[in-house]
């Protein structure tokens, strides 16, 4: 190998390990267990709405939702707060990655990451809490 494919190589390991996504995995029990039985709920966005019961006094407009179906109705659901009403956090994100069944739901990951108040902007998604 000559030194170039080397650096190359190094190049793009750095590159795409500093882009990779950092989330705390949550445990889907809770949202599995409300939604076993349930069959009307149509939508990835009906389904992480669910999950994600909006604090009282939030405006409708500091949540948005995207999803994006990967095939074989199998989601990729994500919900950004932010503003969030919190001195520590500036934004919370939820991503499920979820299937649709015979109009029934599963939940097969929950991640957590946040946005905190940091100093010098911009804050990064990251795991764990904001202190």
């Known amino acids: 190998m000559s030194a170039r494919y080397l650096f190359l190589l190094l190049c793009l390991t750095f590159f795409f390990s500093s882009c990779a996504e950092e989330y ?28 994600y019961e909006r604090p009282p006094g939030t405006q409708a407009s500091d949540i948005t939702v995207r999803s994006e179906n990967y095939g074989n109705n199998e989601y990729r659901i994500e919900l950004v707060h932010d503003p969030v009403a919190d001195k520590s956090y500036r934004a919370i994100r939820y991503v499920l990655l979820a299937r649709l069944r015979d109009r029934q739901w599963f939940v097969s990951e929950i991640r957590r990451s946040c946005k905190c108040h940091k100093k010098p902007e911009p804050a990064r998604w990251q795991p764990g809490r904001c202190g």
């Open 24 to 51: 705390d995995l949550l445990d889907t029990t809770d949202i599995n267990t409300r939604v076993q039985d349930r069959q009307d709920i149509e939508t990835p966005e009906e389904l992480i709405l669910l999950f």
